[in-house]
């Protein structure tokens, strides 16, 4: 996670901070892939992109100290950011979508501490069609 790292050099954070924060990012990570699935890379997307900018975001809110509401938030924009298509494999634009989440993770914990207004409950049945069709979405805590 280049943001992570980037964050913790920034405000020179002590090393149990930054592999607390890792941790966050990587539970994410994994809670949004069990509950994907592999459904979500059979229609087309990209988990790395799609997911990652939530997992990097969910770390970087937690290396900066963000509380419920304004990691909330991060999310929230994040998710409105997330994006990238499988299909791209084999092209140039492949590593820009990998590595672009990272910089518009940044931007989601920088507007969430500016208070920017965005969908605070990301992961609510009501908003993601996962757990319709996946109850283990709900199991891992995803959809609340």
């Known amino acids: 996670m280049p943001a992570l790292l980037a964050l913790a050099e ?4 002590p090393g149990a901070e930054v592999v607390s924060a890792y941790v966050v990012g990587v539970e994410v990570m994994c809670a949004l892939g069990r509950a994907l699935n592999h459904t979500h890379y059979e229609r087309g997307w990209h988990p ?3 997911l990652g900018i939530l997992a990097t975001t969910a770390a970087c809110a937690r290396l900066s100290h963000l509380d419920h509401e304004q990691t909330a938030r991060a999310l929230g924009i994040a998710a409105s950011f997330g994006s990238g298509l499988k299909g791209s494999s084999g092209t140039s634009v492949k590593s820009t979508q990998v590595g672009r989440p990272e910089a518009m993770s940044a931007d989601a914990i920088a507007s969430s501490a500016a208070r920017t207004s965005a969908m605070s409950e990301a992961f609510c049945k009501r908003h993601l069609s996962v757990g319709r069709n996946d109850p283990s979405a709900f199991r891992y805590g995803v959809v609340k």
């Open 48 to 50: 790395t992109a799609t």
């Open 10 to 13: 920034e405000r020179n954070a």
